[in-house]
């Protein structure tokens, strides 16, 4: 990837736990180019806005704008996925940190007379910043800030109505803000904005995804051959598919590999190569996703179970027949199903939406929750 921004501008350099995690991950990065390729359209089309790259739970969202900051000098970074960065008053506090060291290179002063009193109120003051380092950027310079896990923000503690961690409904000339998140119901976007904006939804992108994972898995057998023969290596991968243990777990993870779009789930299996049960990072994260569901319905919980257990049944089903199979009005179910669209994919089929649990392994995983407990 070759940096897009041409003249960057001076920034301070990230808080230690963000850069921890731009390291992190960055290790291993592959491909991803038509995704960087839209982002730079978006930036030499548009003199401002907002780009938000969409995508399913461990398809490599963070990983991207890790990998982008790291190839562009100069792009404000930040991370809401770090306990506690969910809050707005920790990312006003932080983001305008850096913007206004920003713009003291640029000589501007006498920008922290009210900071931080006047700084998590609302976007007045963020407006401020943006506004002044606009006006002092150079013709091919620009001001990017990548936010990533949007959909992680706590929206409790801000008014309702209000744009997420307040976000500028205007952005100045040459401003822009690159955002990630899962999928997300269109009028829950939390974001009322009057500029240029684009989205790009990584699932449109079955091939280049399957394309990138190939590489990435590549790139692992490369990273183990500088310690065992390369022979060696492509057998230890290899015999995934041929691994049994009691429950068949690898067996049935490691099927499709040749169809996978899931970094998250590649890279837990390959770390777990040598090990005959589920690889423990994946449960966590697993888990992770199933606590935020049961939050999401705690007062649908008794027909949430009921829908859950038909969903991890089914490859693909509709609203319609869900309904049906537990004798009940379709907006219940549809109630549910979009309070966990981020865990879900839609597709249309004989113009009816069915829906889909959004990666087979985590559907397995859930059943055998489900099992477990009958």
Known sequence: MKPII??????????????QIITAKNQNFVG???????????????????????????????????????????????????????????????????????????????????????????????????????????????????????????????????????????????????????????????????????????SNYPEQNRADIQKYIKTYLNELSHSVEASAATHRVRSLSEKKNPGGVLLKMTQGFDDETNFMYVKEILAAINEDIYPQNLQIYYQNHLEKMNLATRKQQPMALQVLNILVQEQSISIEAIAERLDT????????????????????IAAEIHYSIYHANFRDWLRQRIESKV
């Open 32 to 202: 991803r180019e038509f995704v960087f390729a839209a982002i730079n359209k978006f930036l030499n089309q548009s003199d401002r806005g907002y780009f938000t790259i969409i995508g399913d739970p461990g398809i490599g969202k963070s990983a991207i704008l890790a990998h982008y900051v790291s190839q562009n000098p100069g792009v404000v970074y930040y991370n809401v996925e770090i306990t506690g960065k969910n809050r707005v008053e920790e990312f006003l506090t932080t983001i305008c940190t850096q913007l206004i060291e920003i713009a003291q290179n640029q000589g501007i002063k006498n920008l922290t007379a009210n900071f931080p009193d006047s700084t998590t109120e609302d976007s007045g003051f963020l407006s401020l910043l943006l506004q002044q380092i606009s006006n002092r950027l150079q013709p091919k310079q620009r001001l990017i800030i990548t936010i990533d896990g949007c959909d992680r923000i706590d929206i409790n503690n801000q008014p309702r109505g209000s744009n997420i961690f307040y976000l500028p409904r205007y952005l100045p000339e040459k401003v822009y803000f690159i955002l990630s998140r899962r999928p997300f119901l269109a009028d829950k976007s939390g974001l009322l904005i009057e500029t240029p904006a684009q989205s790009l939804d990584l």
């Open 6 to 19: 041409e003249n960057p501008i001076n920034i301070p350099r990230y808080p230690l736990e963000f850069q």
């Open 329 to 348: 009005d379709e907006y219940e179910i549809k109630v549910i199903l979009d309070k966990w669209r981020e865990f879900l994919h839609l597709e249309s």
